[in-house]
């Protein structure tokens, strides 16, 4: 069976963070949009209602918010011989999936890039030299500037309320903020969060060595707030069930508390949920689409959807994969490096130091997703990369976000994981530890990329889409250089006992632990056609009237959380299409 | 050791420690506990009874009775884990369960196993018991404490050659035993929230904002979904 639709001025796939953003910027053009969502609706209440969302087993355990794999998944393969697997199971990463997309579970740590992360590669060839880039890394710059993005940036951060202390406005270096940070405009909307324990015990000993301790910026409210949407957030009360649900108390930003209902008063909006989208359909000439395809779960059919705009909302991963069904672009080739869709996948290179005090109570349950307090005394513009022998950078925060027991109690070295000595040990350590932890770059290389997988198929009978991604030596040397600067911030600390996890020599990526939802680049933009899939507006290059959003556009992955990167981004897409792309329909490039 | 800066900065949300106190014996005692069948009676859902016997005896090992705390068995594990493997968690209903299935893969690449949680359960406690019965001469239950231990040690390492389709075997009962441990008691473990009085978890309260920063034990005991107190 199956069905056309009336065609729509805009057809949104996807209804997370950029479906949301992109809906209600258009909707105030007047546009007549339909936002298509694979999942479920939800909203706070009831989806998010107190006590029943704070259940860990359920959540935070059993992914109960998140994609499941039987639905859509990936499979993996470490290098190019290697025989791809499916991810029967979420680990590594956990993709939303319903209304509000990982925009509700997300901890809501939200940054801004580095200006030089713009343009990695003329700042590394300006600054150190193009010799010292090895031959496989395929690293590019964005087609923007920290500049041009500014007030995009801006945008967003005033949309979500997020709570911080500037380092740099206009110049001006201020007291208590990143001082290395990329000039901004003005203040966050939102004073900082308070402080946990473990974060005040890190800032003091950051400062003791001569470090530039600040809050990390936090999209959980630290006061009443009401964004240009008339949207209103509450104070966050550190219920410790942050990341991997939603939130009690309308104080994380998401789209539900910061977009959603304001969006849904415009009668111009309309959103079909349970209809996941299973292609874009293209024009004879391919020069255009014509609209999406989409899979109708309650009516058990395919639905053509013609649209005069389409907008991919789906996340990095899934916007990619429609691009590779589609033919949205040509599909990268690793063998002789042409090709642009599926180019360039990346991930973050994170690391930790844990610490024990016997007698400091740090009460891990007490917890917000993104308080803490960060340096950047080494962040990727801070290193002489030529000196280090790596390109790269993080940042390095102390802030508990959770104390959950099933997620993990951090134990002393020797410990043994089951047993009367594990139960001993969490009798002892629950409370009583806290971690440093670095969050850093990822950068992209010629064999780690996305296309469609030979063997397995999803349950449309599509292809899943296959990744080929590895740890490369210049990510692990970097990390490695991280530890070599938290280790002696954590004996100065002194802990009863501390130990830590880097990656070394030879690590090969796991995709069973969580690591981060960072999953960057394969929709690249850019400047030229044969190297990014998409202009520097997120068009794609071949099909004018398909704009990609997401972190897929990221040409390698940034050396924090990408979604204030994600926010702004798609605020400067919205504002090109309104401003520029509506009035003459045409590549804007 | 703790940091000066601390030692001098508790702040006076309570007015001191005898406020605090006081705060504590307010909580109301738990409400009648709802009858709970003993686990000698317990009816399983999902294990048949030689299975069930194997998984009390292997919780009680993972996370024992004795010293300080509860063990599995106070903690009604067993009970959690017969639900679980009767539910989509044991059917694998979230799980991608398309072939071909290559289970010998590099454990890297996650999981490959064509058996469903609940059929890596039955497959595997049939495999150890037999290992137990040809090498010890009785099924785990059955066995010393001691010796056990010592099976389920061989069981971690792989020594008991299960066979790459039961691989995850031990990791999932270590796993859904920590489970059934420290998850809300609707799931059936975790009985009286013990686990969470012992590490001091304070389960759903979900709201700490006065506790920020302050180095100090927080006062209250766990509160669970239904709404109990202990
Ligand atoms: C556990 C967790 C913690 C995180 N913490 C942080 C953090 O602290 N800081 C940070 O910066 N970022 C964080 N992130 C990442 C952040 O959530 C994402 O960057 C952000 O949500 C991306 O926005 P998006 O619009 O691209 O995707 P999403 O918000 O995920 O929205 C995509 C939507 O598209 C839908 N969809 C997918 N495919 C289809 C299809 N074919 N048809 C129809 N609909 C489809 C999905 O169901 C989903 O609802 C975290 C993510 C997770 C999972
Ligand atoms: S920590 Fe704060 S922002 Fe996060 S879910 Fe809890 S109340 Fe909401």
Redesign the interface.
Known sequence: MARTDPKRDVVIVGLGWTGSILGIELAQEGLDILALERGEDRSTVPDFR???V????KYG???GFMQ???NS?IT???TLD??A?????L?SFLPGDGVGGAGIHWNGQTWRPMENEYRLRSYVEETFGAEIIPEDMTIQDWGVTAEELEPFYDRFEYMAGISGQAGNIKGEILEGGNPFEAPRSRDYPLPPL????DA??FE?AAKAMGYHPFPRPAANASAAYTNEYGMQLG???????CERYGC?NYSKASPQTCILDALKRYPNFAYRVNSEVLRVDLANDRKTATGVTYWDEEAQEEVTQPADLVILAAYSLHNVHLMLLSGIGEPYNPQTGEGVTGKNYAYQMNGGTTLF?K???F?P???AGS?GISIDDFAINQIDFAAEGFIGGSYITAGQSN????RG?ALPSGVP????E???G??DW??HSMSIGSHGSNLAYRDCFLDLDP???DRHGRPLMRMTFNWKPNDIRMTQFMRSKIEPIAQS????SWKSSYKGDGA?????PYQTTHNVGGAIMGTDPNASALNRYLQAWGQHNVFVMGAGAFPQNIQYNPTGAVGALAYWAAEAIRKDYLPNPRPLV | ???K??QSSRRGFLGGTAAAAALTTLAVPARAQVEVVPLDRYQPDYLTAGEWAFVMAACA????S????P?AIEARVPVFIDRQLAGD?GAA??????G?F?PG????????TPLTPARIYRDGIAAVDQWCTDNLGSPLAELEPEDQ?TV?RAL?SGDLNLGDELREFWALL?QN???GY???P??GGNHGMQ??I????????????E????????PLGP?D?A?ERA
């Open positions: 107190y006590p029943q704070i259940d860990e087993l355990i059993r992914f499941k794999p039987r998944t993996l393969r470490r290697e025989e697997q499916p991810m029967r199971r680990g308070p402080q946990t324990t005040l015990m003091q104070p966050c009360n550190f219920c410790g069930f009690i005090f007698d400091v109570e009460n349950f007490a917890a308080s104390g959950q027991p099933i109690i994981s089951w047993g009367a594990w139960k001993k969490i009798g629950y409370g063997t397995y198929k600390m002194n802990p009863d090969r990526y796991d995709i069973r | 050791m703790t940091p800066f601390l090992r993972i996370i024992p004795d010293g300080d705390g063990g968690f209903a979230d799980l991608y369960m398309e071909p290559n893969s590099d454990a890297y690449l996650g999981t490959q231990d389920l971690s270590v035993t920590k489970e420290f998850a809300d609707r799931y686990s969470w012992y590490i001091g978890f304070p389960g759903a309260r979900a709201n700490y904002l506790w920020i920063g302050r180095n100090e034990a927080y509160v979904i709404g």
